[in-house]
């Protein structure tokens, strides 16, 4: 490390409880103080990829994810203020609940990231039927963990004024801190949702306008000022400036499947990729009928189930993929990419046909077959992963998967469920196709084992996506 770097003003949102507000106050405060003229950096607690998209589009800067299982505490604060250079604002939204962590001592919880990245924290709270109780919550959250900074309190859900007036005087009289907004109830402000939550940007019609609706009605009803002066109390130390290895000169062109299909890709991700020597493609699964010329392919998370007619009427894709993988195309998956690499998905009654080089069918499943944070143990061979290597990560899927073949696994699931509770991450010839998501942050050894990967096989038979 060399040289040292001021910390930049920054503030956390999070809530009692899930559902409070604070993805709509996140979203208004990024997309408000950007139109005052702010740079403003965003980022998300956990490994959701949804509401960063949100987030994303707000600011007009990659929201980046702080997460300490995923990736030791000393990535999250490095990622934290190398993604703040160059920006005058912070703005952190956590998850669930401030408190609500791994354990009962509360490890990963948004109150531990606030801690880490020694930023104060503003509580939205849900004010629906309740008046000077309301105190007694944010008391509570005060006293449970003192060294967690809650600067601030923005109401959510105001019924009318009178209403927020006895809010405003019990948190003021109790709890010795401002209250920095209160939002009338308004069914309507919220982001666009589904049987499966928020509707990620790139699928949302109108996205640019719905973000600008609900930025500038709850902004009329925030003390900006208020907000930043908080911000501004963040972080009294400097910062080692942290160095970042050099990109490489392009070595391979990698497909990147990214489109309103596939959408779930952690920026740092794409990064890695390009700094191990990539040259990224970009490919619409939809509307390119063929491959490019690539030497390695990379198939994201998302919701492919919204789009199964428009994914199985593009077949010239499909088996142009197919082709390509039986001839070596060295292919990464994740979560949604399993599912389109597989021989079809059902639902709703209907059967889709997919690219069919995994032998088995995806089945949609009204309940989560998988939710959480997840621990492998690589067990077999595989074209990425030494053998005896420890991974983690995150998975989040409605489908299960309904083997026709015979699978080979390379991961050992030591936490969460993958394909069959004991095992993920299918090996077929160059392609592993896994439930779990990976963070590049945290499983640094992957982009360049991806990138290593293409480049031998490019030098071992040219044009691998061509016919």
């Known amino acids: 490390m060399k040289g040292f770097e001021k910390a930049h003003p920054g503030v956390l949102i999070s809530a009692p409880q899930g559902r409070s507000g604070k993805s709509i106050v996140s979203l208004a405060l990024c997309a408000a103080f950007k139109r005052r003229g702010l740079v403003v950096q965003p980022f998300k607690r956990g490994p959701d ?19 300490p299982y995923l990736m030791p505490e000393e990535v999250c604060l490095d990622s934290f203020y190398r993604a703040s ?9 956590g998850a669930m609940g401030l408190y609500d962590g791994l354990d009962s001592a509360g490890w990963g919880s948004t109150a531990h990231v606030a801690r880490l990245l020694s930023v104060p924290v503003i509580l939205v709270v849900s004010a629906t039927r309740m008046t000077r109780s309301v105190a007694a919550m944010v008391m509570g959250y005060q006293r449970f ?41 308004d069914d309507s402000l919220c982001i666009p949702q589904r049987h499966l939550g928020i509707i990620p940007f790139r699928e949302t019609r109108d996205a640019n306008l719905v973000t600008d609706r609900i930025s500038r009605y709850v902004e009329g009803y925030l003390d900006l000022d208020g907000i930043l002066a908080i911000a501004r109390r963040a972080g009294g130390e400097q910062i080692a400036d942290s160095k970042i290895s050099t990109r490489k000169t392009a070595v391979v062109r990698l497909g990147v499947m990214l489109d309103r299909v596939f959408t779930f890709y952690y920026p740092e991700n794409l990064e890695a990729l390009t700094r191990a020597g ?25 919701f492919p189930e919204m789009f199964l007619e428009e994914l199985e009427a593009n077949r010239s894709l499909r088996e142009d993929i197919a082709r390509a993988i039986e001839g070596g195309l060295p292919v990464y998956a994740e979560c949604a990419g399993l599912m389109y690499l597989c021989r079809g998905i059902r639902w709703n009654d209907r059967w889709h046909e997919m690219v069919g080089v995994i032998p088995g069918e995806i089945e949609m499943c009204q309940k989560p077959q998988g939710h959480g944070y997840v621990e492998v143990e690589v067990t077999n061979e595989n074209p990425l992963f030494p053998v005896g ?3 983690r990560g995150h998975e989040f899927h409605h489908s299960r998967l309904h083997q026709s073949g015979g699978l080979e696994f390379a991961y050992k699931m030591r936490r969460g469920r993958g394909i069959n509770s004991q095992a993920d991450a299918i090996i077929y010839k160059n392609v592993l196709a896994a439930y779990t998501h990976l963070h590049a942050s945290g499983v640094p050894q992957w982009a360049e084992a991806l990138v290593s990967l293409a480049l031998r096989e490019r030098k071992r038979q040219p044009s691998l996506s061509k016919n």
């Open 145 to 185: 963990e003192p060294e967690t900074d809650i600067a601030g309190v923005i109401l959510n859900n105001i019924s009318e004024s009178r209403h927020e007036s006895k809010l405003r005087a019990a948190i003021e009289q109790h709890c010795g801190i401002p209250v920095l907004g209160g939002i009338p109830r």
């Open 85 to 93: 250079k160059g920006a005058e604002l912070a703005i952190v939204e």
């Open 278 to 302: 990539a040259d990224l493609v970009f490919i619409d699964s939809i509307q390119n009928q063929s491959l490019p010329d690539i030497d390695g392919l990379y198939i994201g998370g998302g």
């Open 49 to 67: 990829y949804i509401d960063p998209s949100w987030l994303t589009a707000a600011a007009g800067r990659s929201c980046r994810n702080i997460d």
């Open 389 to 391: 290597s420890t991974l």
